[in-house]
């Protein structure tokens, strides 16, 4: 292999980042209830959690600054634009359709893991989704039309805060 077809450290990083992800399928998810929890197996992931807990999994060193949603979509990784996602990349939604209030984790063109953080909920598989919105209501702009997708992208993890 030469050096433009191997992979980079990067894309085996987003690789990893995917199947980690899928290796806790089916693992409880719970409502955000404090920066402290929603971030183990045993107490159930909230989403930003159940991201945060794959990261470190993989070996990319969070700073504590970065554990929120909102946080991960100002501070960590790079913007890719809808339809160039790949797995490992992390997709966001929006409640209101601004700012971002849930996130997962891209495994292919097409679906996303992510703990759903409500009750009895599950870590689960979903559609990465776009459609017109016709109704505004929470559930709609909840699970379809991602506001965008960042990409982990060189070993230093793209995180400080500017």
């Known amino acids: 292999m030469n050096e433009l077809t191997s992979p980079s450290e990067a894309s085996i990083k987003r690789w990893l980042i995917a199947e980690e992800a899928k290796r806790w399928l089916g693992h409880l998810s719970i409502l955000y209830r404090a920066p402290e929890s929603g971030l183990t197996p045993e107490e159930g992931f909230d989403c930003s959690g159940f991201v945060r807990f794959i990261l470190e999994r993989t070996g990319i060193d969070l700073p ?38 849930h996130m997962g984790i891209v495994i292919s063109k097409t679906q996303y893991i992510h703990a759903p953080g409500t009750t ?43």
């Open 64 to 101: 504590p600054e970065i554990r929120h949603t909102n946080e991960f979509f100002d501070s960590f990784g790079v913007l890719v634009h809808f339809g160039l996602q790949k797995a490992g990349d992390f997709v966001f939604f929006s409640r209101s359709g601004t700012s971002p209030t």
């Open 120 to 162: 009895n909920s599950r870590v689960e598989i979903s559609e990465l989704v776009q459609k017109p919105i016709i109704n505004l209501s929470d559930s709609v702009l909840y699970n379809v039309n991602p506001i965008g997708f960042k990409r982990y992208a060189n070993s230093g993890g793209r995180w400080k805060i500017i």
